[in-house]
């Protein structure tokens, strides 16, 4: 086991907790402005801020797969799947605390060797993309990862909840 972690995992796992955690305090907000101001919960979740954009619901989902997808790749182990089946504030908080809880376990060593692992994803077109870690995380994962974020975010904002750029950040 090396003595630090390594730079992969330094710009990696602590930016995706801070981030999601971010994510899971402005959707508390979120959930709270529903009830302060008589809102139905789904208005806002399935909110988007265009026709041909994802809802808040999915925008969440998709940022939590950037999340635990981009860590278990640069770390060598199996990514988990979950179902996306979630319909509820309650059911983002407790995706997003799925997703922790998998990031927070993996083991620093394994991201010694991240940066020129060899990644393959086979979402999107083309089919198959081939990334070493570090251009797999830099790259691709961070920018998908803070698109999605930035969007739920976005869309929060769009429909009236009082949430600011600290909300967003999170703690550090």
Excluded: C, W
Excluded at 118 to 131: D, H, L
């Amino acid at each position: 086991m090396s003595s630090a972690p390594s730079s992969i995992y330094t710009t990696s796992i602590p930016v995706f907790k801070q981030m999601l955690g971010g994510l899971s305090d402005v959707l508390r907000k979120a959930e709270a402005h529903a009830t302060e101001k008589k809102i139905d919960p789904n208005a806002l979740l399935q909110a988007r801020l265009f026709p041909d954009m994802f809802p808040l619901l999915r925008q969440v989902q998709v940022a939590s797969d950037f999340a635990k997808s981009v860590s278990a790749r640069l770390a060598g182990v199996e990514v988990p799947k979950l179902e996306d089946n979630e319909q509820t504030f309650a059911d983002l908080q407790a995706r997003i605390t799925t997703v922790l809880g998998f990031i927070e376990g993996l083991d620093t060593a394994k991201f010694d060797e991240a940066a020129t692992r060899e990644i393959v994803t086979q979402a999107g077109t083309p089919k198959e993309k081939r990334f070493t870690g570090q251009s797999y995380l830099l790259n691709y994962g961070l920018p998908h990862f803070f698109f999605h974020t930035t969007t739920a975010y976005a869309i929060l904002r769009h429909n009236g909840v009082e949430v600011g750029k600290k909300d967003y950040i999170g703690t550090y």
